[in-house]
């Protein structure tokens, strides 16, 4: 597995950063996560887009431009050409004696590599479960930050309980997102999801998702559901990169409607792997 780190495309065990790297220390840094399909980066200006916005959430100066960072990506799959795949993308504020303060010198360290991301198609067809978690993330959860251990608490207690996600639910604000994903209900045919705000990480497959559903001219309203509501709606789905548009059709041991994949669901995942399909055909045509 080759990694760019800091100027250098390195094979995985020469690929090494100090222990007072602050992305170790503090979980001081930003990251991207965006696919390849059929070869080419989908959304890539979006991804690239919203880690400007983590950038400057974080008061990191971009040590790279976009077209730097395009370059990367570009040289990446030159090098280890993947069809189906995802590229990691990671800044952290580099590598200095441990101090919560910024570092006057340190260099920003960037990590670039591509990774399997195989898509579950019996999960795409079939819906998972989920449960749901109580919400513990910070007030700043538009922020793609490396500091993601609420996530990883919510999403190893799914695992645990034998489902896929952990559907997160804010005292006072209602439901959020998942631990990796961002979720969609529907009821009696309007769509909801959480509005782009503090409360949730605003997905590139969310935006899709949206334009797609106004073009279809599907009602969507964009406001937290409650946690009561939640158990009501006749359909739930999550988004993300590498899940795409996936059916969750039982939250907490409760079916979701009659427990399969519902109609506007399936619908616009349909849509959006058409979407996927264009992109790789165009771009590759
Ligand atoms: C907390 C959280 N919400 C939502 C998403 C979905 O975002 P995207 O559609 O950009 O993959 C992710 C992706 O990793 C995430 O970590």
Not at 43 to 62: N, P, Q, T, V, Y
Not at 159 to 187: F, L
Request: aromatic share 6%; charged share 25%.
């Amino acid at each position: 597995m080759l990694i760019y780190l800091n100027g250098k495309y390195l094979d995985y065990t020469q690929a090494q950063v100090p222990v007072d790297e602050r992305g170790l220390q503090f979980a001081d840094g930003i990251y991207e996560v965006a696919l390849i399909w059929g070869g080419q980066f989908v959304d890539l200006d979006r991804h690239l887009e919203r880690l400007e916005r983590s950038a400057a959430g974080i008061e990191l100066d971009m040590p790279l431009s976009r077209s730097e960072i395009r370059e990367i990506a570009a040289e990446l799959l030159r090098r280890e050409p993947q069809k189906q795949a995802a590229l990691y993308l990671q800044i952290t504020r580099g590598v200095a004696p441990r101090d919560h303060r910024f570092p006057d010198q340190a260099k920003p360290t960037v990590i670039a590599y591509i990774k399997d991301a195989p898509v579950d198609h019996v999960a795409l067809q079939q819906g998972v479960k989920a449960i749901t978690e109580p919400d513990l993330r910070w007030l700043r959860c538009d922020i793609k930050s490396v500091s993601l251990l609420p996530n990883v608490l919510a999403r190893q207690h799914a695992a645990q309980r034998g489902v896929r996600e952990a559907i997160q639910v804010r005292a006072g604000v209602g439901v959020t997102e998942g631990s990796a994903t961002n979720i969609w209900m529907v009821h009696q045919g309007s769509i909801v999801t959480a509005p782009a705000s503090n409360w949730i990480l605003s997905g590139i497959v969310r935006s899709v998702v949206l334009e797609l559903a106004r073009a279809e001219k599907l009602p969507v309203a964009e406001r937290f559901a409650s946690a009561e509501e939640l158990f009501q709606m006749d359909e739930v789905f999550l988004t993300s990169t590498t899940s795409f548009v996936m059916p969750i059709i039982e939250i907490d041991g409760k079916k979701v409607g009659d427990g399969e994949p519902g109609p506007v669901t399936l619908r616009l995942q349909e849509l959006y792997l058409e979407r996927l399909d264009q992109i790789a055909h165009v771009t590759l045509g």
